[in-house]
């Protein structure tokens, strides 16, 4: 009896303290999201039109579009753009192809598939910075293990990290090895998804193993492979961190490897120059916006199958 | 029958020979940080350490503080994880059971904010985190990180598989939402629960670039921000650096041998998020 008088007060009237309970539950919440991701949304769009900001007095001159007007025709900008495209192109087909031949493999009926997935994904999960530095000790050129194993099938000492032109592709190698473990994950949960029969169907037919594969399983994957590629490629957009390590902390051998997001580090931290970090920073938003709208098409697309 | 058996060896081969590259950087890792520094500068390289001797650990953690760090960086973790598991259970229990107007107005709009890179929000984040005097300190690597969007996404979904009726008769039998948020919603998401603190932990942990831009100290270095000022201390002793790396991976490594599954589950959905 008592309980169902509790329950019709609960209930019945909405008192003022029920009717604020939802803003309650989300406060905690909303403050963090308010303070360190909306504010900044909002405040970095005001920054990136503010014309000769200084950090110090936060004063400005006008409104205007000067801060994009030097990125774009900053030298150094165009040479971050042009590396960032470099990476993202050459690391999202390369680790896709390799991966959707591992995830295939994996999907087999394995012995110790558990020991192989460990191996596989353990990428993922491990620090990329403390990693690098392991890498960095690979690239050695007169000591690495990279160069000796190199030497079995007569390749000379190559010199991955003290040369321009050979920093990009050590840089696109640790790349693709990082990107590699999640790019396999998300492939392997859509080859589970695909439905039996129609290998079944195959194998009825007689079709083999590769015929199997080109067939049957790259055409029904190929939606989750291009919202991988969608996926990757904005996470490449902003590679900064596997950069970090290879260099000591600059961009490449003779600071060449600027990439969009190194290039925002330098104006805040170098030069504090907030507008034109935050202009930067905008048009690498803007990139990552084309993307995502190309991937929630293509999730509406395959929600509609 | 043959070439079954020729094409099984194959599959095993190719997977093994890349499961063993995807291991060797870890695999030189470890044993680079157990050699001398005559057995890391020998070529051929030498694969195992002729000795396995604490030595290289001992003389890295002499050199810079390495036990700080690792504090800082478990401090970091654990606030931030218990703070945003929090923030995440109650705003999930909000916007999937509670009645307000635009709820789902808000919650599209939170959706729509996730795809913000976080490289954009640094440059503001800095001048708050100046501003509100936290700057240099483990309160500037704690705050910002105290609500996620994309926890709060995950776990709303788990709750809105939950039943209805479930709420009602509890409600109808006197509990509050609290009540009924604590005894009966979170002890039923225990696993996706699982899935968000592993996934945010991780993160933390890892987490390198916003330390590196609001700490400066000695005394405040996150793990992975400190290993990297200590490149240029230790460079010629790449040994110790191998050695420092493995504090920093290691527990990782042996974390994710018993916790792949729920890791592994998180990102299969994490990456098709939207």
Known sequence: MKKKQTADRELGNRSFLSKIEPYLYLLPFAIGIAVFTLYPVINVVLMSFKEGYSHLSRNFDQWGLANYQTVINDPKFAQAIGNTLKYVLLVVPISTCIAVVVAYLLNQKLRCSALFQTAYFLPMVTSITAVGLAWKLMYNKNFGIINYLLSFIGVDKIPWLENAAWSIPALVIFGVWNILPFTIILLLSGLQNIDPQYYTAARVDGSKGLRIFLRITVPLLAPTIFLVCIVNTISCFKVFSELYPLFNGKPGPFNNLYTVVYYIRYAMMESRKYGIAAAAALILFLFIFAFTMVQLLLQKKAKKR | ?274
Do not use: H
């Open chain 2, 1 to 274: 029958m043959d070439t079954r058996k020729i094409s099984r060896f194959f599959v095993y081969f190719f997977l093994t020979l890349g499961a063993l590259i995807m291991l060797l950087p870890f695999f030189w890792m470890f044993s680079s940080a157990f050699k001398t520094t005559q057995e890391i500068n020998r070529f051929p390289p030498q694969w195992l350490p002729s000795r396995l001797s604490l030595d290289n650990f001992k003389r890295a953690f002499e050199m810079a503080p390495f036990a700080r760090y690792f504090m800082n960086s478990v401090i970091v973790m654990v606030c931030s994880v218990s703070i945003t598991t929090f923030t995440t259970i109650l705003a999930a229990f909000a916007f999937s059971r509670l009645r307000f107007p635009g709820r789902n107005v808000i919650f599209s709009l939170l959706l729509s904010l996730m795809m913000i890179p976080f490289e954009m929000l640094i440059i503001t984040n800095y001048t708050t985190v100046v501003n509100l005097k936290i700057y240099d300190t483990l309160y500037a690597l704690i705050l910002p990180f105290t609500s996620s969007i994309f926890y709060t996404y995950i776990l709303k979904n788990f709750f809105d598989s939950i039943s209805d009726s479930l709420y009602w008769s509890a409600r109808i039998d006197g509990s509050s939402n609290w009540r009924f948020l604590w005894k009966v919603m979170v002890p039923m998401a225990r696993p996706s629960l699982m899935t968000i603190i592993l996934l945010n932990g991780l993160a933390s942990w890892n987490s390198f670039m916003w330390p590196m831009y609001v700490v400066v100290s000695k005394e405040n270095r996150t793990l992975p921000w400190g290993l990297q000022v200590f490149t240029t201390e230790a460079g010629s002793y790449p040994e110790l650096l191998m050695a420092a790396s493995t504090v920093v991976v290691f527990p990782v490594v042996i974390l994710f041998l018993f916790a792949r599954k729920y890791i592994v589950r998180g990102v299969a959905r994490g990456g098709l998020k939207g």
